[in-house]
């Protein structure tokens, strides 16, 4: 989990729990991730690191399931093409078009083999692979 997130962070730890899945989330700020630490959600199955820099941040290695939601907004497309060959697959928070002048998807979706978006709801979700064939992946 790239970002801490009041709705995110506190789910992720019983899915991937229940999973049999590590769990890591990555923060930039400090007493966002402290609050997260003192109630609770750190813990064996699930570290917490906080990063002043993006670029130090350790995510150059495999991963399942990236989730990426977090400051400031021109990291992200930066941080979803370090996880392009890394991560099975990648969750992109806010992925309307009307946030494209903020976050910039469009730059990044060409370097996917595969993109699936959730727009049942109004805040959208993409899910981009270069390893799984996401056709009908929210049916």
Known sequence: ELGMGVFSTPYLPYACQNAGRQ?????NDA?????FARYGYASE????RVVTDWDQ???????DVALIDHNPSQRRVVDIER?????????????????????HYSRIYPRFKYRA???REWRHAAVLSNF????GFWN
């Open 31 to 35: 007493s966002y991730a402290d609050f």
């Open 83 to 103: 996880l392009a060959n890394h991560a099975r697959y990648i969750v992109i928070h806010d992925s309307e078009p009307k946030f494209d002048g903020l976050y």
């Open 23 to 27: 769990l890591t989330s990555y923060e």
């Open 117 to 119: 978006v959730y727009d």
């Open 57 to 63: 941040a350790e995510i150059d290695r495999p991963w």
């Open 45 to 48: 199955g699930h570290q917490i």
């Open 132 to 135: 799984v064939n996401l056709e």
